[in-house]
């Protein structure tokens, strides 16, 4: 059974940094195409980063230069490092992954959200930035 479970969020400071991390089992994710998204009380979910072992990384331009998304694939674990968390970052973050079909490359951010966002969700982790 393919499981995702999202942790590392909290409560912090405008400025401050939190590091989220996605902990996956049932696959592995060195041939995944993964994403972090986010969804703040009455507002649409985003994506917000995302990566593939075939694309590199993406970024929305609400978090680029802030945030970095990185990949641990001896803990099958992916990380979403936060710094500079401004109050507008609150939200509950998801991170979702699914397997890149052979020979597949996605080639954009909107593709790989996209993608990922059809695989596994894990169940979210608070992050709550105050002013």
């Known amino acids: 059974e393919v499981q995702l479970v999202e942790s590392g969020g909290g409560l912090v400071q405008a400025g401050g940094s939190l590091r989220l991390s996605c902990a996956a089992s049932g696959f592995r994710f060195d041939d995944y195409a993964i994403g972090w998204f986010r969804q703040a009380p009455g507002k649409e979910r985003e994506g917000i980063s995302c990566m593939s072992s075939r694309d590199g990384s993406y970024y929305a331009d609400s978090v680029k230069d802030r945030f970095t998304i990185s990949s641990d694939n001896a803990k099958n674990t992916v990380y979403l490092q936060m710094n500079s968390l401004k109050p507008e970052d609150t939200a509950v973050y998801f991170c979702?992954?699914?397997?890149?079909?052979?020979?597949?490359?996605?080639?954009?951010?909107?593709?790989?959200?996209?993608?990922?966002?059809?695989?596994?969700w894990g169940q979210g982790t608070q992050v709550t930035v105050s002013s």
């Open positions: 979702a992954a699914r397997r890149l079909r052979p020979g597949w490359s996605l080639l954009s951010a909107a593709n790989c959200y996209t993608y990922a966002s059809v695989g596994s």
